[in-house]
């Protein structure tokens, strides 16, 4: 099979909206390298998009999901559960930054386990508004697509987004944008649109990703804190792309010397499996009704026990 007649009847098949950034059809991967189907062999810088941290099929995660594989795949956790999600939740509330008591809830999506967290943020304060950043990303879903600072291609054509979501400044060095900007940005917002009595969540990447690699400035990641603390906000770090050991440490959370109220986790927490959470201050976490959070492959048994050999 060649990649050109598959890349044919992808555009047969597949919706345009779907964007690729190759025509290069995987058949296998071992670490760093991927082969096509033609056999060419590639380096793999993308990661699937920053998941496969330990490289693919890292052996303790393939044994892990083949032995979970021949005892059952799935009895939704909220019918008949089961302990590999006690287990990581365990390991997530102890490995997280924050000197708290912390619980977890596992969902599917980096892109849910943002919007989670604003459920969270907004059952517990009791609050309505969020404020994101500009050139910040936060997923595809409806709270997703809105928290998200970008409207090509994320929102254009997409019709109205979610209300009472604000964006301010990310500092970006290269454009001349500092936190002093960042937070004048803040301050205009009080002044002329919100009052930050109202604000559940401020949202943000310790680095940003999709909107260009920009790392959060120390200064600015301590000024949310304080604003935070101030305004009884909640303080959500977005680590879908920065967790587990992508910027070195485990969370790159770990380099400001301040914690997040609550923090969003994906892509690398499973090594390829879809498994997202969220980890923060036990009473927000337990601030919503039973029922309310969860989903029926949340935390699937799949791919819940093959947590970032990191944390086994
Ligand atoms: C920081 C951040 N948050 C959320 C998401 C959304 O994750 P998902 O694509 O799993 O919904 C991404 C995905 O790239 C991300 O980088």
């Not at 892109?111 to 994101?132: D, F, H, L, Q």
């Not at 879903?141 to 109205?160: H, I, Q, R």
């Not at 977005?238 to 914690?259: I, N």
Request: a neutral charge; proline letters at 6%; charged letters at 20%.
């Amino acid at each position: 099979m060649l990649n050109a007649e598959v890349a044919k009847r992808r555009d047969d098949a597949i919706s345009r909206g779907v964007g690729m950034m190759t025509q290069i059809y995987a058949d296998r991967a071992l670490n760093s390298e991927v082969w096509d189907i033609e056999g060419n062999r590639y380096i793999d810088f993308a990661a699937g998009i920053a998941v496969v941290n330990t490289g693919h099929c890292h052996p303790k995660v393939m044994a892990a999901v083949a032995n979970q594989m021949t005892k059952f795949t799935h009895t939704c956790h909220q019918v008949m559960p089961y302990e590999n999600y006690i287990r990581l939740a365990e390991r997530l509330n102890d490995k997280v930054p924050g000197d708290f008591k912390k619980k977890t809830i596992f969902v599917t999506t980096g892109a849910e386990a943002c919007e989670n967290a604003v459920k969270i943020a907004r059952i517990a304060t009791g609050r309505n508004a969020v404020i994101a950043f500009g050139g910040g990303f936060h997923g595809r879903t409806f709270m997703g697509m809105s928290l998200t600072g970008k409207v090509e291609p994320y929102k254009k054509g997409f019709g109205a987004m979610m209300p009472d979501v604000y964006h301010v400044p990310f500092p970006m060095g290269p454009h001349g944008i500092s936190t002093a900007d960042a937070m004048k940005g803040m301050e205009k917002l009080f002044k002329a649109d919100l009052d930050p009595a109202r604000v559940a969540a401020i949202i943000f990447e310790p680095v940003q990703g999709e909107g260009g690699f920009y790392p959060a400035p120390t200064d600015l990641v301590r000024a949310i804190r304080a604003l935070c603390d101030k305004n009884g906000i909640v303080m959500i770090a977005d680590e879908v792309q920065t967790g587990f050991a992508r910027t070195g440490a485990l969370f790159a959370m770990e380099a400001y010397g301040v914690a997040a109220d609550l923090t969003t986790m994906a892509k690398g927490l499973a090594g390829g499996l879809p498994l997202a959470a969220v980890t923060g201050r036990a009473d927000l976490m337990d601030a919503a009704n039973p029922g309310g959070l969860g989903g029926t492959y949340a935390g699937n048994p799949l791919a819940s026990p093959p947590p970032m050999p990191f944390l086994t």
